[in-house]
């Protein structure tokens, strides 16, 4: 578990930006690694920018394949960009793929200092994209998510856009139905991957 406390008082939001991913990726390194939130996401934009205009685009840039999703794309950023907050987060933070498994993803909220970014998807009546949310477990409020995409700042006077007592249920308070593909884990290095509760 981590504290909500641990997490910046002041949520990164994208406005009309399409960077839900970076945003997602820096909320969630940033109390594991003491690195401000937003300084994570603009290392990322910069770094990303510098390198896309090689040739093969910033996928090829990478050594990834053009079919690569967001999330190997932000992988491949984490074990490669050279500004000083990814350098510390990967002296930090191991990355763990989970997949669409909630209920090891929840396990591994709960069992470690961690945090995860998932993707998500909306009812078609909304008419919103596939999006990318910071998910963690809070001791009190249980799983919290924080979405760069909202408006608001808290979710009953707690720093989160959504909480609830398991990840499906956080989604659903936050609107969203169904996980879509992926989500990635990001561990504290130096723990197990089960660790004991």
């Known amino acids: 578990m981590i504290p909500i406390a641990d997490f910046s008082q002041k949520p990164l939001r994208q406005g009309q930006q399409p960077i839900c991913i970076p945003c997602s ?32 685009g910033l996928n090829g840039s990478l050594g990834l394949p053009a079919s690569a999703s ?9 074990q490669q960009c050279d500004k000083p907050g990814f350098v510390e987060a990967r002296k930090a933070v191991d990355i763990r793929r989970i997949g669409d498994d909630l209920q090891e993803l929840e396990t591994q909220l709960k069992r470690n200092r961690a945090t995860a970014i998932i993707a998500l998807s909306y009812p078609s009546a909304a008419r919103r994209d596939p999006h990318s949310v910071c998910i963690g477990c809070d001791i009190v409020h249980g799983f919290f998510i924080r979405d760069s995409a909202q408006q608001t700042t808290a979710w ?42």
């Open 156 to 197: 009953n006077g707690v720093a989160a856009d959504a909480t609830g007592k398991s990840v499906v249920e956080a989604l659903r308070n936050l609107a969203a139905t169904a996980v879509r593909g992926e989500a990635m884990l990001l561990v504290e290095k130096g723990q197990p991957s089960s660790a004991p509760i």
């Open 70 to 78: 967001g999330y190997d794309v932000i992988e491949a950023v984490h």
């Open 25 to 56: 990726y820096a909320c969630a390194v940033s109390p594991l690694v003491k690195i401000n939130d937003l300084t994570l996401a603009n290392e990322c934009i910069v770094f990303q920018n510098s390198i896309a205009t090689h040739t093969g």
